[in-house]
């Protein structure tokens, strides 16, 4: 098993930037992922780093994210900018090992106009 907690959350105005942390509980060299939820809508993915480093993003946050590792750390990032108020969301990470789900238990970004 495997924990993994977020943090870096907050409130930004339009246009400015925000790094998520997340920190697993113990070395992982599976793929990690970022997820967000805004309310009433669909859980969807953000953006995808492998372990030797390649990426993958949604086409909403292409351009404006980027998603890296420390695996020193156990640790993925998000970094976003130029954030818009459609951005607004709960931001969760995710691993997948041995065939089950991992979901930390998410952090708030919320974007103002």
């Known amino acids: 098993q495997v924990q993994l907690a977020e943090s870096g959350g907050g409130l930004v105005q339009a246009g400015g930037s925000l790094r998520l942390s997340c920190a697993a509980s113990?070395?992982?060299?599976?793929?990690m992922s970022w997820y967000r939820q805004a309310p009433g809508k669909q859980r969807e993915l953000v953006a995808t780093?492998?372990?030797?480093?390649?990426?993958n993003y949604a086409d909403s946050v292409k351009g404006r994210c980027t998603i890296s590792r420390d695996n020193a750390k156990n640790t993925v990032y998000l970094q976003m900018n130029s954030l818009k108020p459609e951005d607004t969301a709960v931001y969760y990470c995710?691993?997948?090992?041995?065939?089950?789900?991992?979901w930390g238990q998410g952090t708030q970004v919320t974007v103002s106009s």
């Open positions: 995710n691993t997948v090992l041995w065939g089950n789900n991992y």
């Open positions: 113990r070395s992982i060299f599976n793929a």
């Open positions: 780093i492998t372990n030797r480093g390649n990426t």
